[in-house]
């Protein structure tokens, strides 16, 4: 006969051992169970069963004791039979044994402290009430309140979750070098490797980076040793001194995008970049588990190389491209001003057939502050639903935010918007990886950060059929095909693509 004292130590050996009865190499059997318990109680076996059938009663008193917390394949009356298929233990029910266990010890179970709250009159309401306590941890939870409810509903799923993993895994990590903000450094390398009188001859603004550190390096036994070493880790904005240059008037609005450099009075900068520039850090082929929303060939299946049709978009038939996981296009909007490229009208944009391009899938299209909302009546029209929106903050030369834009009516331009919109219901995206802002240096006319291409890979998979629309050479790159009239020739490496596209300028010319 079993006194109810025994069981206090079975409810410690399931309570912090459960998890092992049940996997591998005990997978539940009854008579290993047995062994580890009495190893587990090894100090007091005084009342512990020593034979198997002794065991057996035990585990049968102790099911009737907490309500059957614990769950065989079969019933434990089977295993004292001369069965071929004895019971096993397939599960644990913890809160029943974390109960028995605080009643064997003659303490009440502890009870989560009940918070007076506003009675709520619909789920928003609900969810909305604000926190009262600390965190929960949901692995431990016994019993559902409101707390609980919220904080289930907030966790990230597991999808949410290794999806981040993998990025985290996968992304290439590039260097970050700190910015020096001693000007004393910066003019001092300026006069040796930038403002001499035998240098005036060629264009600062244009002299390659390795030319200047050659100079700065073949003078160096004239310079303080702490300017020449942070030459080498840190980024210096060197000033470019012209004979025309007036210091007095300070820096130029424009810095580095200036269109008149060479006349223009005020102050502009050269950026020297260090020379102990850490690589790339190379991304390896990681072997995850995780591949939803992947391809099965994408382990070992080369990225397209870059593809690009030169065309006017309006006249291009889109069904010859076949379809498309994203879709990015930057349009160069009518903003009633004078620009140094062709413009897209409203009603051209408007009639453009995006809807032979994706059955599901998204599109991120570039708005100025002026076409927003032509940009979302295009995307309704065309069959999307405007799901989210990211900005470009834009950050000059000297990286700082920029105060004179060159657009603008009212107010001077410092950010673009990229509207995002959704068609279908593609569950094979990655999302919550990424932010919805970036902050990137401005660089040529109408060019986009990087960034956002990295992000968009991440969201749809490198392997993902991505499009450009009226992208420029400087946007061409792996796994995408860009199209617009910018471009030189065509360049098409997809089979049915290339042969559509010969096909339709046959016709065409015929």
Known sequence: MHILDSFHPFTEFLLSQGDAILSYPINGDIW???????????????HIPTTYSDFINYLQLFQTLSGRSLHFSR????ALINSMSQPKLTWINYVSVRIIQHRLKGVPPPVEE?????EATS????????????SIDLQKVTRLTPKTIVAFLRKDTARTTLGRQRARLTTLKAPFHQVCNDSKHALVLANSGLNKREYASSSKQLAPEFIVHQRIHQGRNLLPIEVYQCSLNKIHFL????????????????????????????????????????????????KLDYTLGQ?????FRPITPPQWINCDVRYLPFGILGKFAV???????????SLPYGTCKDDELLQLPMRELQDEGIIMLWVTGRSIEIGRKALYKWGYQISDEMIWIKLNQ?????????????????KEHLLVGLKGNPRWLNLQIDTDVVVSTTRETSRKPDEFYDIIERLVGAHARKLEIFGRTHNTRPGWLTIGNQLQGVSLHEPEVRYNYELYKSQTLS
Request: a neutral charge; glycine letters at 4%.
């Open 398 to 414: 000297l990286k700082r935010t920029i105060v004179t834009g060159r657009t603008g009516h009212w107010l001077n331009h410092s």
């Open 239 to 286: 000033p470019i001194l012209y004979s025309h240059t007036d210091v007095s008037l300070g820096d130029c609005s424009y810095l580095d995008t200036c269109h008149k450099m060479r006349s223009c009075r005020y102050l502009h900068y050269y950026t020297l970049n260090p020379t102990k520039t850490d690589s790339v850090e190379k991304a390896e082929q990681k």
């Open 123 to 134: 789920l928003l309401e609900f969810i909305s009430q604000e926190e009262t306590a600390s």
């Open 32 to 46: 290993k169970m047995k062994g580890v318990f009495h190893e587990f109680c090894k100090d007091d076996t005084y």
């Open 75 to 78: 019933d434990l009356s089977f």
């Open 295 to 299: 391809c099965f060939t994408e382990s």
């Open 114 to 118: 009940i918070v007076k709250r506003k």
């Open 327 to 337: 879709i990015i296009s930057d349009p160069a909007w009518d903003i009633h001003m």
